[in-house]
């Protein structure tokens, strides 16, 4: 008996594998778990995974620090290069250099003003949801004013169309969990 399966079914699997993790990822988030986001540059997810090679030469180029390797046993970039952005976020270099040290193709220029995710506030943990005086996430943003802006209670709200998943928001959000998470691209 043959028990090889056909390239389509193996990225079938593989496909639900992901959309598992992704859905145990998003549980973990709202439990306190650190969420990662992809490097810029990814096409999506399933041919990131596929083309990494896993040589961290994207790590080594990135004048910031954000890119890590993924430590997280079962997560399902474990091994590759992501963005853990409550730790460091993303600068969005002009120049791009993690996509330029990649030479597999996962990270590739054509796809360097792609978002990596959409931040997403959880009004239940936000300090200016709970009447606090609290700006961080509106004032540390590159995009202020487009990406996050206030409503009329002075509470930030996210323009997905405008937000470039970047995690600064995530990383200047002052509570214990932030209450700002970056919500990954599906692809």
């Known amino acids: 008996m043959d028990d090889r399966i056909s390239r389509k079914d193996f990225f079938r699997e ?58 997280q046993t079962g997560h399902f970039a474990e091994g590759c290069p992501v963005i853990e952005p409550r730790r460091q976020p993303c600068y969005w270099c002009s120049d791009f250099p993690c996509i330029a040290a990649c030479s597999t193709g996962a990270l590739q220029m054509s796809f360097k003003e792609r978002s990596l995710g959409t931040a997403v506030i959880d009004p239940e943990s936000c300090l200016a949801y709970q009447g606090n005086c609290c700006q961080a996430c509106v004032n540390n943003c590159p995009l202020a004013g487009t990406a996050i802006q206030f409503d009329r209670q002075l509470r930030p709200v996210v323009q997905a169309a405008a937000c470039t998943g970047c995690g600064i928001c995530t990383f200047y959000c002052p509570t214990e969990v932030p209450a700002i998470t970056i919500e990954l691209n599906k692809g």
């Open 14 to 71: 593989a496909l639900n594998f992901f959309r598992d993790q992704l859905s145990h990822a998003s549980r973990q988030s709202k439990s306190g778990t650190e969420r990662f986001v992809l490097p810029p540059g990814v096409e999506s997810p399933e041919l990131y995974l596929e083309k990494c090679n896993q040589c961290y030469d994207c790590v080594g180029k990135c004048p910031h620090y954000a890119l890590q390797v993924c430590r």
